[in-house]
């Protein structure tokens, strides 16, 4: 089972920019990686996706504010996230999709808010 750490969420003002970073224990290469997000009192619901070629698909609410990377030496999924809005409010999750195994990080708090 490969393990996911997510890292750099915190607290941002409206309109500022945070980049989550989600590092795997074992090979991402052939693997699709994505990032989730949970606000209070609502269902998980997908940010972005990645795939092994590099193709990249996005949530309406985050399209022209998101960017999703991947490093395949490093085996870190990122999440860069500009113009944060307080909707963006939640915590976030990666997750690492490939035959016959699917793992999810942890979570990291995003808090957008003045």
């Known amino acids: 089972q490969v393990q996911l750490v997510e890292s750099g969420g915190g607290l941002v003002q409206p309109g500022g920019s945070l980049r989550l970073s989600c590092a795997a224990s074992?090979?991402?290469?052939?693997?699709?990686m994505g990032w989730y997000r949970q606000a209070p009192g609502k269902q998980r619901e997908l940010v972005a996706l990645?795939?092994?070629?590099?193709?990249?698909m996005y949530a309406d609410p985050v399209k022209g504010r998101f960017t999703i990377s991947r490093d395949n030496v490093k085996n870190t999924v990122y999440l860069q996230m500009n113009s944060l809005k307080p909707e963006d409010t939640a915590v976030y999750y990666c997750?690492?999709?490939?035959?016959?195994?699917?793992?999810w990080g942890k979570g990291t708090l995003v808090t957008v808010s003045s």
């Open positions: 074992g090979s991402i290469f052939s693997t699709t």
């Open positions: 997750r690492y999709t490939s035959s016959g195994m699917d793992s």
């Open positions: 990645i795939t092994k070629p590099g193709s990249t």
